[in-house]
Nanobody
């Protein structure tokens, strides 16, 4: 059974940092695209960052570029999201996702096959 299990998150003051982890199990995800999305109350699930399986190429939403870093450890089947200089507008439930997603579709949640359980990130002002 394929599972993505998230850890990390919590409450932090503006300007602080957090790291999210997402450990995959059930099969190897070395060739899968792995991404992070977030969803604020009453909002759609938005793309945050993605990392490819083969080359490790990364892409970021403009709103987090320069502050967030996505990385992966294929030996551990795990993807990370390091979040620095956090802002109140980063407050949301964050989800990791995995799938064999074509490059032009990486920002679309519907293209991903597997999802983590979600973790709350709250940034206070």
């Amino acid at each position: 059974q394929v599972q993505l299990v998230q850890s990390g998150g919590g409450l932090v003051q503006a300007g602080g940092s957090l790291r999210l982890s997402c450990a995959a199990s059930g099969r190897t995800f070395n060739r899968d695209v792995m991404g992070w999305f977030r969803q604020a109350p009453g909002e759609e699930r938005d793309f945050v960052a993605v990392i490819s399986g083969s080359s490790g190429t990364t892409y970021y939403a403009d709103s987090v570029k320069g502050r967030f870093t996505i990385s992966r450890d294929n030996a551990k089947n795990t993807v990370y999201l390091r979040m620095n200089s956090l802002k109140p507008e980063d407050t949301a439930v964050y989800y990791c996702a995995a799938g064999k997603v074509a490059g032009i579709f990486f920002s679309r949640p519907a293209r991903y096959d597997y999802w983590g359980q979600g973790t709350q990130v709250t940034v206070s002002s």
